[in-house]
């Protein structure tokens, strides 16, 4: 080619507005254009015939580029990386139609079914809109033809023996789909019940107030307002689902919004930009029954959003109707959020989740893999337990990888395929739980020393915390009664038998108990 390619044609952002052409309602158009402004054949009928020798390989390089920076820029950086990073290429250019390139036919596979939105949507933004989309799958053939030089035709072959890399592409996809969950456009999931939900020290206190609500929701029933707040991924959103499923068993007239707080801003803003905020207004405070909000804590800093919803809250909260929400955090620690907002989410039942203890985590291992029908010694499911704390999705999401890749790869899981498969290998050694480190770490909670500890006082608070130790020594490390009183010089072990048996009672009615010794769990 004779002239400079045009980069201010495909690279929206490179020059200044002023200087930027007009937006095209055709892309035919916008490439016709620059075929005429470099060098066309005189006759039309000929176009099609010399489209190829209108964009150099540099030329689709630079468009290529743009494509993957915008996908990098809509996709998380973890799906960027398995699924398109150096495996998605542009193979050929015509003025109506982009030939994608895929190193295999899993890969096309996945991103047809899972990305294809986001890339119409990047291919749209670099080359305007109505471009046809085709894929071309590589093979080894292709391969040895192009080191040759050989000119090859865009086609698609079947393989019917997959790669390691199409059955790992296939396993890191559900695990990805799993971790990722977060489609804000929420859709009541009858999957996620009370029945199917692990209850633990951890959790107990929220499960009984939503299942409460469940069974009567509103001015009837005890919390009308309920704030649950949480890090992510220890089972708030289930709870919400559950009990949308328990309200719409129990009494389907009740109409129930389940939204996240990032799609209630959208919906607001599409009701001013339509012009139809009476309409908006009108549906939340009139025609629903049930409002949970998830992620209410996406509200900080949004003024106008912020208004709205006070005036939704009071409306509904005067109606008696239910309110729910969930967040990261507890009301009065969101920045961002006006005053007589916090204090209307205090106005009800606030409720924290904790991270789940190793038996509560054993349990929803076991619960999962069931449910996946997939077969884990005991050994395995303590392992996860033990090397995976802080997330219930991530939890679940090693089983996920463990049962798609028995699946797909028709392999038995053991242990040493866990470790490396979940990259845990070394961990259970090096974080050894011993007495004397469990000593060590509720001394620090409770600032007793570890001397006093292992001392004769009967001071309440010292006894308190021995009892929690004994406790955590049995239940974690495992070790006998004997041991434990030998290592805190008892006599015998029968106050030892006491003391475990005093601390398993009291963590089931006392909330601050059991998450004391959950906090210490965790740390250990």
């Known amino acids: 080619m004779n002239q400079e390619f045009p980069f201010d044609r495909f690279l929206s952002g490179s020059t200044s507005k002023s200087n930027q052409p007009q937006k095209t309602n055709n892309n035919s158009d916008l490439l016709n254009s620059f075929f005429k402004n470099n060098e066309a054949p005189k006759e039309q009928n000929t176009v099609s015939n010399t489209q190829k020798e209108c964009f150099s390989k540099n030329e ?117 789909n799993h971790i990722e969950n977060s489609d804000s456009s929420i859709t009541i999931d009858p999957n996620k019940t009370f029945d199917n939900f692990i209850v633990g020290p951890s959790n107990n206190l929220a499960f009984a107030a939503t299942h409460a609500v469940s069974s009567s929701p509103g001015k009837e029933g005890k919390y009308p307002c309920l704030y649950i707040y949480s890090d992510s991924g220890l089972g708030k959103t289930h709870l919400l689902h559950a009990v949308a499923n328990g309200i719409k068993e129990k009494d389907p007239k009740l109409v129930i919004c389940l939204i996240s707080a990032r799609e209630f801003m959208k919906e607001l803003i599409n009701a001013y930009k339509d012009k139809k905020l009476d309409q908006f207004q009108k549906k939340y405070s009139d025609s629903i029954d049930v409002l949970m909000i998830d992620d209410i804590h996406e509200l900080k800093n949004k003024q106008s959003t912020q208004e709205e919803f006070f005036h939704i809250f009071n409306e509904l909260h005067s109606r008696g109707k239910q309110l729910i929400f969930t967040s990261d955090k507890a009301p009065q620690e969101i920045n961002g959020i006006e005053e007589r907002l916090i204090t209307r989410l205090q106005w009800g039942l606030v409720i924290d989740i904790q991270k789940p203890d190793l038996e509560t985590r054993i349990a929803i291992l076991k619960k999962k893999a069931n449910q996946l029908d997939l077969y884990l010694t005991d050994e395995v499911l303590v392992l996860i337990a033990s090397s995976v704390k802080s997330s219930i999705r991530e939890l679940e999401g090693s089983l996920i990888k463990l049962s798609a890749t028995a699946d797909v790869m028709n392999v038995s899981i053991d242990i040493e395929m866990a470790k490396e498969l979940l990259k845990l290998s070394g961990i259970e050694e090096t974080r050894k739980v011993t007495m004397e480190s469990v000593a060590k770490a509720t001394g620090q909670f409770y600032k007793v020393p570890l001397a006093d500890l292992k001392s004769k006082s009967r001071n309440a608070d010292i006894v308190s915390a021995r009892h929690v130790a004994w406790y955590l020594s049995k239940k974690i490390v495992g070790v006998t009664y004997k041991e434990i009183a030998k290592y805190y010089a008892r006599k015998d072990h029968s106050s030892v038998i006491h003391g475990f048996n005093k601390i398993n009672e009291k963590i089931k009615i006392n909330t601050k108990l059991s998450r004391d010794i959950i906090f210490i769990e965790n740390n250990l």
């Open 60 to 176: 689709i390089n630079v468009i290529e580029n743009e494509i993957l920076n915008t996908l990098h820029g809509t996709l998380s950086t973890q799906k960027y990386n398995v699924f398109i990073a150096n495996k998605l290429y542009v193979k050929e250019l015509k003025t109506d139609e982009i030939i994608l390139k895929t190193p295999t036919i899993a890969i096309k596979n996945i991103i047809e079914s899972q990305y294809m939105a986001e890339i119409s949507e990047a291919i749209e933004k670099t080359l305007g809109p109505g471009m046809k989309i085709l894929f071309h799958v590589d093979n080894e053939q292709e391969k040895a033809t192009n080191k040759a030089g050989q000119a090859t035709n865009a086609s698609f072959t079947l393989e019917l023996n997959p790669t390691d890399s199409d059955l790992k592409a296939k396993v890191e996809s559900k695990y990805i």
